[in-house]
T-cell receptor, first 114, second 113 residues
């Protein structure tokens, strides 16, 4: 089972920031927070990941609370092409074997509207 | 850089036939993962391979399914004697090592008649 909890769906106006929350209250000290998204009929796309510090790349920003029990993915200026299902996943940082796979939950369906 | 390449994109088989799905990882990636997505469901892990070795096959059905990642060539997911319930999208992902992000292909959509 997924170790994260996300809202089922969210709407966002085009051009505004999309803030997607994720709860991971049972996260362990060596587990990273990963975000992927899946646009209809395509494979999941890696967005960003982090351990405890906030991270930013060309796609998004990841804000992790100090206690690491929750995080927020921020798409600064959402476009229609950002409409997708967004998955928040926790994954050990050092692992082999069965800890290497990603456990996908139901994710958040983000709809960006004109 | 070419991404993860999967072929075919669509595959139709009749019940009882064999299905072979291919995955070429990104250049420099030696770790391959296979996932299955049933209609209206999330992705489920199947198997994790690293050149010529199966690292974790805990998500593979016990019968009819097998996977390989030979020294040369793509990774192959093989489904023998397919049944209607095998209809799904099968995704392959690759990474340069076991602790780096996985990058996915666009999948093979398998339909069983």
């Amino acid at each position: 089972d997924a170790k994260t909890t996300q809202p089922t769906s969210m709407d966002c106006a085009e051009g505004r920031a999309a803030n997607l929350p994720c709860n991971h209250s049972t996260i362990s000290g060596n587990e990273y927070v990963y975000w992927y998204r899946q646009i209809h009929s395509q494979g999941p796309q890696y967005i960003i990941h982090g351990l405890k510090n906030n991270e930013t790349n060309e796609m998004a920003s990841l804000i992790i609370t100090e206690d690491r029990k929750s995080s927020t993915l921020i798409l600064p200026h959402a476009t229609l092409r950002d409409t997708a299902v967004y998955y928040c996943i926790v994954r050990p940082g050092n692992y082999g074997g069965s800890q290497g796979n990603l456990i996908f939950g139901k994710g958040t369906k983000l709809s960006v509207k004109p | 850089n070419a991404g993860v390449m999967q072929n075919p994109r669509h595959l139709v088989r009749r019940r009882g036939q064999e299905a072979r799905l291919r995955c070429s990882p990104m250049k420099g990636h030696s770790h391959v993962y296979w996932y299955r997505q049933l209609p209206e469901e999330g992705l489920k892990f199947m198997v994790y391979l690293q050149k010529e070795n199966i690292i974790d096959e805990s998500g593979m059905p016990k019968e009819r399914f097998s996977a390989e990642f030979p020294k040369e060539g793509p990774s192959i997911l093989r489904i023998q004697q397919v049944v209607r319930g095998d209809s799904a999208a099968y995704f392959c992902a690759s990474s340069p090592s076991g602790n780096q992000p996985q990058h996915f292909g666009d999948g093979t959509r398998l339909s069983i008649l």
